[in-house]
């Protein structure tokens, strides 16, 4: 296991699109989160999973974010009706508890 | 408002000098802080951390300090090298919350 991954690395949208990422973390970790980054800015929080159980999130996460983690491996986020204000890097970490956060490349989401 | 500062956008300094990363934060109640490194294309990498029962923690050519009177850190990094060139992140929680706040960020560029 090389790291944490994540797919696609670029997506460009219209206006109202749905889009879908998704996160493949470190095996081992049972950690996941993701967080939101904007040009000029460090990594905003978003959500937290432990396993599959979704145990923070964030106020920055509108209604039209949802994330998931089914099987307590991969995550999901979606964002629905995407807005021009989405326009962002989204990051996946994972880590063991109490321990730091291992990055993923992140996604870059353009919307249009 | 910004809970986590780092004031200085960029830093620039020689090859084998020292570098001094400086971040401030305004809510006493963090008591865990951690340093990010970031290059371009490639998600945020953990560098070094350090709790407030201490006031120093070292790794090789990194050494973080902590005044938690000032509410200050600093990530110093000696002898400076080209590959240290990235953004720089510092980031705090308190109580091993999973919720970190991060700084900006601060771009360092180590010349030869």
């Known amino acids: 296991d090389t790291g944490v991954s994540q797919d696609p690395r670029h997506k460009i949208t219209k206006r109202g699109q749905n889009v879908t990422f998704r996160c493949d973390p470190i095996?081992?970790?049972?950690?996941l989160y993701w967080y939101r980054q904007t040009l000029g800015q460090g990594p905003e929080f978003l959500t937290y999973f432990q396993n599959e159980a979704q145990l923070e999130k964030s106020r920055l996460l509108s209604d039209r974010f949802s994330a998931e983690r089914p099987k307590g491996s991969f995550s999901t986020l979606e964002i629905q009706r995407t807005e021009q204000g989405d326009s962002a890097m989204y990051l996946c970490?994972?880590?063991?508890?109490?321990?730091?956060?291992?990055f993923g490349p992140g996604t870059r989401l353009t919307v249009l | 408002d910004q809970q986590v500062k780092q004031n200085s956008p960029s830093l620039s300094v020689q090859e084998g000098r020292i570098s001094i990363l400086n971040c401030d934060y305004t809510?006493?109640?963090?008591?865990?802080f951690l340093w990010y490194k970031k290059y371009p294309a490639e998600g945020p990498t953990f560098l070094i951390s350090i709790s407030s029962i201490k006031d120093k923690n070292e790794d090789g050519r990194f050494t973080v300090f902590l005044n938690k009177s000032a509410k200050h850190l600093s990530l110093h990094i000696v002898p400076s090298q080209p590959g240290d060139s990235a953004v720089y992140f510092c980031?705090?929680?308190?109580?091993?919350?999973?919720?970190?706040?991060f700084g900006p960020g601060t771009r360092l560029s180590v010349l030869p």
């Open positions: 095996s081992e970790h049972n950690r």
């Open positions: 980031a705090a929680n308190f109580n091993y919350g999973q919720n970190f706040v």
């Open positions: 970490a994972s880590s063991l508890p109490y321990n730091e956060q291992f």
């Open positions: 809510n006493s109640m963090f008591d865990y």
